[in-house]
């Protein structure tokens, strides 16, 4: 499960517009800004989902849980 912020920064990160990440995840431009929308979980159907964060992962994005110490987040991945 993947919120909305941690897509939208996990844009920011890499420096890629929104058309840039409709591109390499092969989804319409709507159907990802609905699921960029809001604050919460986001919202799409599961196979979109799943492309947007194998498409956000293959670029260096992990993505972060929520824990006790704060909300979900997002890091890239240091190259060795």
């Known amino acids: ?7 939208r920064a996990a844009r920011g990160l890499l420096d890629w517009s929104r058309d840039e990440l409709v591109d ?4 319409s431009r709507s159907t990802l800004q609905r699921m960029e929308r809001g ?3 986001a919202t799409g159907h599961a196979s979109n989902l799943w492309q947007v964060q194998q498409v956000l ?3 260096g994005i992990i ?3 929520a824990d006790q ?3 979900p987040g ?6 060795s």
């Open 24 to 27: 390499a995840s092969g989804l």
């Open 74 to 79: 997002v890091r890239v991945r240091t190259t």
């Open 1 to 7: 499960m993947i919120y909305s912020a941690q897509i």
């Open 63 to 65: 993505f972060l849980p």
């Open 57 to 59: 992962e293959a670029a």
């Open 39 to 41: 604050d919460g979980i």
């Open 69 to 71: 110490s704060g909300g």
